[in-house]
């Protein structure tokens, strides 16, 4: 808490506990008259689908008292000790389809900062976002609408029947289902590393459809509906 001019303004502690749901945390979480927003970053420590599952069980846990979550600090880099530069660039993806607040990489040694690599990502989120309406979206990685998922090969985020977008931390194939929604949708696929949009086609929904991966590498698919 920081007071000046009269003004007083509230801010979060960054808890040890690699566990959001360790007592530590409660401090933040179970009090939104003081704290208007909640810091996850040691959730940055975690991977894999085990790094959204914790994300998306804290979504659900302030759903009564909605507030921002958060994310200072990503780690991983490689010369950090809780993770390499794979494991920070996919949780700065999964925290941005996963509907976090924000998603910012920590400083070297123990984050890739501004480095090159960090700043192409970035890029290309912001091409995501000016495509995607993030705020109504839906985060998801286990509903019935993705079919032969395995763990941690795709997440999803959408608004029901408008757009779609799907995060690939390496090459893989997944199924959309898009039976409850005829019409046409403009599909085309993000190259996160190199900051540029594939060619985009165009798919008619009202069936499963196959998403698969151009090649290696990390990527997003985004689906729009036609009006």
């Not at 007071?3 to 939104?32: C, I, R, Y």
């Not at 846990?61 to 390499?84: C, E, Q």
């Not at 976002?129 to 993030?134: A, V």
């Not at 993000?190 to 060619?199: D, R, T, V, Y």
């Amino acid at each position: 808490k920081a007071k000046e001019k009269n003004v007083t303004v509230q801010t979060t502690e960054m808890w040890d506990s690699w566990g959001l749901n360790n007592p530590q945390h409660n401090a933040t979480f179970n009090h939104p008259e003081t704290y208007s927003f909640v810091d996850i970053s040691q959730n940055n420590h975690q991977k894999g689908q085990k790094h959204w599952d914790n994300a998306q069980q804290q979504r659900k846990r302030i759903a009564t008292n909605k507030r921002p979550l958060s994310n200072v600090k990503i780690y991983g880099s490689k010369t950090s000790s809780f993770g390499n530069q794979r494991d920070a660039l996919e949780r700065f993806w999964r925290n941005i389809i996963g509907g976090a607040a924000s998603s910012r990489f920590h400083r070297p040694t123990h984050g890739l900062g501004l480095s090159p690599v960090s700043q192409s990502h970035l890029k290309s989120a912001r091409l995501l976002l000016k495509e995607l309406d993030i705020f109504r979206c839906t985060p998801d990685s286990k509903s019935k609408l993705l079919k032969n998922r395995k763990p941690d090969e795709a997440y999803l985020t959408y608004i029901q029947g408008e757009q779609y977008a799907l995060f690939f931390p390496e090459k893989g194939s997944i199924e959309l289902d898009l039976k409850s929604v005829p019409g046409t949708f403009k599909l085309k696929w993000l190259n996160i590393g190199k900051s540029k949009w594939l060619p985009e086609k165009k798919i008619t929904g009202g069936k499963i459809i196959q998403l698969e991966t151009p090649q290696d590498g990390y990527w997003v698919v985004f689906l729009n509906k036609s009006p």
